[in-house]
């Protein structure tokens, strides 16, 4: 079986790659963004993110929580809210 290892220049493949799919996700929320609410885009591509997540994480086996304080994870979460929700908010809006 090939290794992710053995694939010549697989950082920068993953890299440039990258690069691309956000070119092309910043285009489609411009274009969507001209019909749809900034709020309403952004909770739906939250909303998409999620669903996408937990099956990704049962796949991987990474269900698991850590063994930390349940403080980190409330600041865990409010820094998601503040970051995805509220600057990703302004993001589609611009």
């Known amino acids: ?3 992710i290892e053995q694939i010549p220049f697989i950082g920068e493949i993953m ?8 070119a092309v996700a910043v285009i489609l929320f411009k274009k969507s963004g001209e019909t749809v609410h900034p709020i309403g885009l952004n909770l ?4 998409v993110g999620v669903l996408l997540l937990i099956p990704t994480l049962f ?3 990474q269900l698991n929580l850590r063994d930390i304080p349940l403080n980190d994870y ?5 820094s998601g809210v503040i970051g995805i929700g ?3 908010t302004f993001f589609l809006n611009a």
């Open 59 to 61: 796949f991987l086996n």
């Open 15 to 22: 890299a440039v790659s990258t690069a691309i799919i956000w």
């Open 74 to 78: 409330f600041l865990i979460f409010v």
């Open 86 to 88: 509220i600057a990703d």
């Open 44 to 47: 739906f591509k939250n909303l």
């Open 1 to 3: 079986m090939l290794q």
